[in-house]
């Protein structure tokens, strides 16, 4: 995330929109900047109350609007982690009944140089995924009793866990299974499809973690 620089620019940052106006960095949020300085953020997105966005090189994360909740997620060279969750309606925290079954969709803030946003990632759940080998990704999920769906764009799974647009990059691999690592004893099998590049996936979240194997 960095201050506004030129209306010419090609970036992402020129085809975001402004936000209302906040301290630079290395500001304290009381005058550390002009009050004339904007923060651009990728298009569409929007921040809850105690929201950011950060981007460094070969890095970015942040806590975000999505599906109208509440949305964090992080991601750097080898790991991408995003939380979708709705508010538990359990005491502890805010009932989310209007939108707890749509997937929040991290398209936006996982390629937001992207022309085209590709599905990159939706879910309701909370989960890190990384490589795991090269014909294999593996899905963990945070400590959550709750079960989840996810969908994940295949199409350049290579440089998935990257954020990295290679035009070049071959089509979507085909999954050949999806296995749960360490189950307990009560955990059922993950429910998995796979409708051209996209793979959708539904789980009990009971298993420590789920290996996405290619062909």
């Known amino acids: ?29 009381g005058g550390g900047g002009s009050p004339a300085e904007r923060w651009l953020l990728p298009s569409s997105l929007s921040l809850p109350a105690d929201g950011f ?11 975000v609007e999505l599906a109208g909740r509440r949305c964090a997620f992080a991601q750097s060279e080898g790991a991408i982690f995003v939380d979708g969750r ?8 805010p009932a ?3 939108n707890a079954k749509a997937l929040a969709d991290f398209s936006a803030v996982l390629y937001p140089d992207a022309q085209a946003l590709p599905c990159a990632i939706k879910t309701d759940g909370a989960f890190r995924l990384t490589r795991d080998g090269d014909h294999a990704l ?11 769906r996810a969908e994940i764009d295949l199409s350049n799974h290579t440089s998935l866990v990257t954020g990295a647009q290679d035009p ?7 999954v050949i299974a999806v296995d749960p690592v360490e189950p307990s004893l009560d955990a059922g099998w993950p429910a998995w499809r796979q409708n051209g590049a996209v793979l959708s996936l539904s789980v009990d979240a009971k298993s420590f973690a789920y290996r996405i194997i290619f062909r």
């Open 1 to 29: 995330m960095e201050p506004a620089k030129s209306k010419d620019s090609k970036s992402a940052s020129a085809r975001a929109r402004e936000t209302a106006p906040r301290s630079p960095p290395g500001g304290t949020g």
């Open 53 to 63: 966005y950060a981007e460094t090189p070969g890095a970015r994360a942040g806590i």
């Open 86 to 93: 709705p508010a538990r309606n359990d005491g502890t925290g």
């Open 96 to 98: 989310d009944t209007q």
């Open 138 to 148: 593996l899905l963990t999920p945070i400590p959550d009793p709750r079960p989840f």
């Open 168 to 174: 070049a990059a071959s089509a979507a691999p085909l």
